[in-house]
């Protein structure tokens, strides 16, 4: 049985509610609560996809679209509007619980429902978006008072995020709302928030929401967030967070774990509206949450469990990139043109307590690299980050350097990052969660010199499409990076190819530059750990070694230094007798 | 740079068979005292307790001087992260947790005879350590393997290097001041210790310190690293040689006496606590006799 339409429900004080109805009536009933400046048709997006399948109610809060406006601020207090909440349960579904579902001002007035022991067993269910327990806030607040671990620094970034909760305690607000800003909000929440605009959202009631709605944080705020009170619920949480919301910063939701037994908390990637930004995603999510529950889980933990995707994981940077995140528990996927050594990774991973795959991936095939996008898309949705770490060292002159060798190294060096990126990407981009592409460039991207111009070249071409890359899916909340390591000890230098020498004379470069490498003493691990930096900073660019450092810096400052240096021949002398040492068969 | 193959005998020490019994009876005990210690090791317990402990067992056990006071490191720092200064190396307060890694690190001299062990151990389960451990069993085979061969002290460290980057662990040797992978150590006279600085024997600091001087005119270094120094073929003594592996915040190694003579070398004592583990759990590639 279907249902379709809008009935009036009273609410706290009498006050009338329009309440909206669509999907299948026996299907679970999901509650969708709105937020400010909003009415319910910020939800319209995501309805249409939950009601196939669920029995989906919406409503108009106090002062908002077509419900009642209570007389002064104190109507606006939280009593009344959870009082209002449950009265819509009641009237929507009088037998079962409901599944609540809220954003923004919504969620805040939904943590108050399911925190309150009176109200809570009218809830199945609660997903949140981006819109924290005030209580919690007032906790968090007061517990980064306290110097040290960057307390100060996360106050006062969201501090500086809620310009807008003080501007909405002085007159200017509803000032700005009746002078103009209501025809430039549809402009921000389509170009900054990537927020689909239609003729019903924001609507023409934009004006009056807006406006009356200051009157939730006038009547709030100040009691809830000065004055915290110990709340707990047993209503099982499902958390998104959105990692570039402009007003409630991620940070600002560590520790809501505590208020909800079993919560499940989701990074996604995008900005404050997900409803309209990603309702499919959103659908989706609310769906699988409410299935899992109402088949009487308690889902509990953190998701998507990082997915890590490692390119020429089987030794030096790749294999500690995958040992890093491993310790972190994430899902390792190594990759390797040799399965031996993606496996030996894969079990040094799950030692360290993570769960880890390996494959053979030869990065210079492009319908390889397909295949395997196409099984991990199948099988996790997405990585949530992706490195392409492959590559070959060439050295040698320009005028001996053929065009085989060429092809060889642009196809592993370029090519493998281009295929990484754009199969992995997609899948990011259609998965809609937070994603991270890193690509390994290196300082010679930003450091000529006559010994290494074919690898200098394709890690310079690496840089550009890295930044390009991060200019296209910086909208679609996907970071990418690219890491400059300088010297590293791996065994880049015993497999680099030297062209226009024999083979005696590669060996004891090989081993020359090797042991320059090891005097050098960075290790892969310093690289992974910059690796980890970069993505859970967002960091566009990050030298490791001073040589990086410095190379980046001539580059800007010191172009005539930078032209002197790259003449010089760098290839360190090689030894009369040089023996190499006895390598085990890599 | 030029290496003159001379007369090998002329270069290092040869120790005499009591010398080598009197090591190899501080050896034993040695590692006795620091699995008994490391038996008593309890959740809460500090580095510095453990680090006292051992020192206590081995006074009571006739220790009379140092080459170097007891270190004891504990979780991550057995792996030696976030070491960027020599300080750092010394006993915190850090705590020992389940499921934690450990390592003692003791070198005490009874009567002019020295011992310089590495004993890694665990608290609870834990997987990566386990693992680490029995893959350090290659690396006795390999050193002596290679020395056997003759290889420079400097292709056996690479040989080493190698091998752990094969098998995917960091070198951790490195971290070491002088990034060596083992040391000589010379007998001292029968007379007790004249004291410590900064936790190293002031006798065996000096003793060290005139190898060196010799090493340098021979062209030889009694600290085996992988630098230029150690581009020699083997040189005769007693060497405690100390691989130390590191896999993220796991850090193992041992450490214990390698002979080196003219045309052999081998391990000073297979009876020890990590060689009977490994045979125990069926690794025979020890590099035994």
């Not at chain 1, 002085?170 to 389509?190: D, K, N, Q, S």
């Not at chain 1, 200098?456 to 930044?467: D, H, I, P, R």
């Not at chain 1, 960091?539 to 003449?567: H, S, T, Y």
Request: proline letters at 6%; glycine letters at 10%; a neutral charge.
């Amino acid at each position: 049985m279907t249902a379709r339409g809008q009935r009036s429900v009273v609410g706290s004080g009498g006050l009338l509610l329009a309440v909206q109805e669509r999907g299948r009536t026996d299907g679970p009933t999901v509650l969708l609560v709105h937020g400010y400046p909003d009415n319910h048709h910020v939800w319209d997006l995501v309805a249409e996809q939950l009601e196939a399948d669920h029995h989906v109610v919406t409503y108009d809060v106090r002062g908002a679209g077509e419900s009642g406006v209570p007389d002064g601020r104190s109507g606006f207090r939280m009593e009344a509007l959870v009082a209002d909440l449950v009265a819509v349960a009641d009237a929507v579904s009088p037998d079962r619980p409901v599944h609540l579902v809220a954003h923004d001002w919504g969620s805040i007035q939904a943590w108050a429902a399911v925190t309150d022991p009176e109200a809570a067993p009218r809830f199945a269910s609660f997903t949140s978006m981006s819109g924290p327990s005030l209580d919690h806030v007032g906790a968090w607040m007061r517990a980064r008072l306290r110097p040290g671990a960057g307390r100060w620094r996360q106050l006062a970034n969201q501090s500086l995020h809620s310009w807008y909760v003080y501007a909405f305690h002085t007159p200017l607000a509803p000032l700005a709302w009746r002078h103009g800003l209501t025809r430039l909000w549809p402009v921000m929440l389509e170009r900054r928030e990537g927020a689909a605009v239609d003729r019903q959202w924001p609507g023409a009631s934009l004006a009056t929401d807006a406006t009356r709605g200051i009157g939730l944080y006038r009547a709030n705020i100040f009691q809830h967030v000065v004055r915290p009170k110990p709340a707990h619920t047993e209503v099982p949480v499902q958390l998104l967070v959105a990692s570039g919301d402009a007003f409630v910063t991620p940070e600002l939701l560590n520790g809501i774990e505590a208020l909800a037994t079993s919560l499940m908390r989701r990074d996604v990637g995008g900005q404050h509206w997900l409803p309209r930004s990603r309702p499919a995603q959103v659908a989706r999510w609310v769906s699988q949450h409410v299935a899992a529950v109402e088949a009487g889980a308690r889902p509990t933990g953190r998701l998507p469990t990082p997915v890590v995707v490692v390119t020429g994981a089987g030794s030096g940077i790749g294999r500690s990139v995958c040992l890093a995140f491993a310790e972190r528990g994430a899902h390792i996927i190594a990759t390797d043109l040799s399965a031996a050594t993606a496996e030996r990774t894969a079990e040094l991973c799950r030692l360290l307590g993570a769960t880890a795959e390996f494959h053979r991936l030869d990065v210079t095939d492009g319908a390889a690299v397909e295949a395997l996008a196409a099984k991990v898309g199948a099988e996790h949705g997405a990585p949530t980050v992706m490195v392409n770490n492959a590559g070959l060292g060439l050295a040698g002159s320009f005028l001996d350097t053929g065009d085989d060798d060429w092809e060889q190294i642009l196809q592993v060096n370029l090519w493998g990052v281009i295929r990484g990126s754009r199969a992995f990407g997609r899948l990011m981009v259609d998965n809609g969660e937070v994603g991270h592409i890193v690509n390994i460039a290196s300082a010679a991207a930003f450091t000529p010199s006559r010994t290494i111009s074919a690898y200098a070249t394709s890690k310079a071409a690496v840089l550009m499409l890295t930044e390009c890359l991060q200019a296209e899916l910086a909208d679609r909340g996907i970071g990418v990076s690219a890491i400059c390591p300088g010297f590293v000890d791996t065994g880049i230098a015993v497999a680099t190819r030297y062209v226009g020498v024999d083979d005696d004379e590669q060996d004891a470069r090989r081993l020359a530059a090797d042991r320059l490498y090891k005097r050098r003493r960075i290790t892969p691990d310093a690289v992974a750990d910059a690796v980890l930096r970069a993505v859970d900073r967002d960091r566009p660019l990050v030298p490791v070694a001073a040589e990086a450092w410095l190379g980046l810096l001539a580059q800007r400052f010191a172009p005539r230094l930078r032209r002197a240096i790259a003449r010089i021949d760098l290839t360190p002398p090689t030894s009369s007798r040089a023996e190499p040492a006895d390598v085990p068969s890599r | 740079m030029t290496i003159s193959i001379g007369p090998v005998a002329s270069r290092g020490h040869t120790p005499t068979p009591d010398q080598l019994d009197a090591f190899r009876r501080v050896q034993q005990l040695t590692y006795a005292a620091a699995e008994s210690v490391a038996g008593e090791l309890q959740a809460g317990m500090t580095e510095r307790e453990a680090a006292r402990r051992l020192r206590r067992r081995l006074i009571e056990n006739g220790a009379d001087d140092w080459f170097h006071l007891p270190f004891a490191w504990f979780g991550d720092r057995t792996a030696f992260r976030g070491f960027k200064v020599p300080l750092q190396f010394f006993p915190t307060n850090r705590r020992l947790e389940e499921g934690m890694p450990f390592v003692l690190d003791v070198a005490p001299v009874v009567r002019g005879a020295t011992a310089d062990i590495g004993y890694t151990g665990g608290l609870g389960d834990n997987p990566a350590l386990e693992r680490v451990c029995d893959d350090l069993a290659a690396y006795r085979a390999l050193i002596v393997d290679q020395v056997r061969r003759r290889r420079t002290f400097r292709q056996v460290y690479e040989a080493v290097d190698a091998l752990a980057a094969y098998q995917g662990y960091a070198n951790r040797h490195h971290a070491y001041p002088g990034h060596v992978i083992a040391h000589q150590v010379l007998p001292l006279a029968e007379s007790p210790g004249v004291g410590t600085t900064f936790g190293f024997g002031r006798r065996h600091l000096r003793s060290l310190s005139r190898s060196i001087a010799t090493g340098r005119r021979q062209q030889w270094s009694p600290l085996w690293s992988g630098d230029r120094r150690s581009d020699h073929p083997p040189v005769n003594g007693l060497w405690a040689v100390e691989p130390h592996l590191g896999l993220r915040g796991v850090g193992a190694k041992f450490e214990e006496y390698l002979v080196v003579t003219d045309d052999d070398a081998y391990w000073l004592d297979d009876d020890l606590p990590h060689v009977r583990r490994w045979l125990s759990r069926g690794i025979t590639d020890v590099g035994a006799r």
